[in-house]
């Protein structure tokens, strides 16, 4: 079975732009959640799909936002880019949400460099 | 709220020795537990869970868990390091009735021949 896809892997924009990522989850996995890894601020959580509803958001401002389609397959956008936004950005799914100890599979992540 | 605090941001080991990356977490309840490693340029692997099911846990690789409750403690261990243990690990807590996870700050580990 196919692990979580994430394109593109690398990207490099300026200051203002804006862009968008794309995350497909293992076959069958229904929630996706995003993460943005900084060497500062470590891991953090963006937001959490599951059937096309943001289910849970993490302390980020209204410039980062995200979809889900009906194939489960998630994008996430961050409009008027800043030079702090490049990190990896890392999609991660699992089977269901919302149930303890559920197990989520990380994507190789997309490396943003905003210039 | 959850907070997940690793206790060391580098360790550094010889081959063939036991590694030792310390966790400690703080939950109003009990919390789901999980080890993650990150190679150079990928993504995140899970070694191992814990879910209250058993307070030892082992993972891939040779890499087990003991949940320690009175001490908060969720440690991560290896008998015997290998080079290609190299790598940053991430403890990780999620708990409440969302897919949230709270990493930790990472370990990086090296391995030393």
């Known amino acids: 079975k196919a692990g979580v896809t994430q394109t593109p892997r690398y990207l490099i924009k300026t200051r203002g732009q804006q862009v968008t990522l794309s995350c497909s989850p293992i076959?069958?996995?229904?929630?996706v959640s995003w993460y943005q890894q900084t060497p500062g601020q470590g891991l953090q959580f963006l937001f959490e799909y599951f059937s096309e509803t943001q289910r849970n958001k993490g302390n980020f401002p209204g410039r980062f936002s995200g979809r889900q389609f009906s194939n489960s397959r998630s994008e996430m956008n961050v409009s008027t880019l800043e030079l702090g936004d490049s990190a990896l950005y890392l999609c991660?799914?699992?089977?269901?949400?919302?149930?303890?100890?559920?197990?989520?599979?990380f994507g190789p992540g997309t490396r943003l460099l905003v210039l | 709220a959850q907070s997940v605090t690793q206790l060391d941001s580098h360790v550094s080991v010889s081959e063939g020795t036991p590694v030792l990356l310390r966790c400690n977490y703080s939950s109003s309840y009990s919390p789901s537990l999980f080890w993650y490693v990150q190679h150079p340029n990928k993504g995140l692997q899970l070694l191992l869970k814990y879910t209250s099911a058993a307070t030892l846990v082992k993972g891939i690789n040779g890499f087990e868990a003991e949940f320690k409750k009175s001490e908060t403690s969720f440690h991560l261990t290896k008998p015997s390091a290998h080079m290609s243990d190299a790598a940053e690990y991430f403890c990780?807590?999620?708990?409440?009735?969302?897919?949230?996870?709270?990493f930790g700050a990472g370990t990086r580990l090296a391995v030393h021949p």
């Open positions: 076959s069958g996995h229904r929630s």
């Open positions: 990780v807590g999620a708990s409440g009735g969302y897919n949230k996870l709270i």
């Open positions: 991660a799914s699992s089977l269901e949400p919302a149930r303890i100890g559920e197990t989520q599979y």
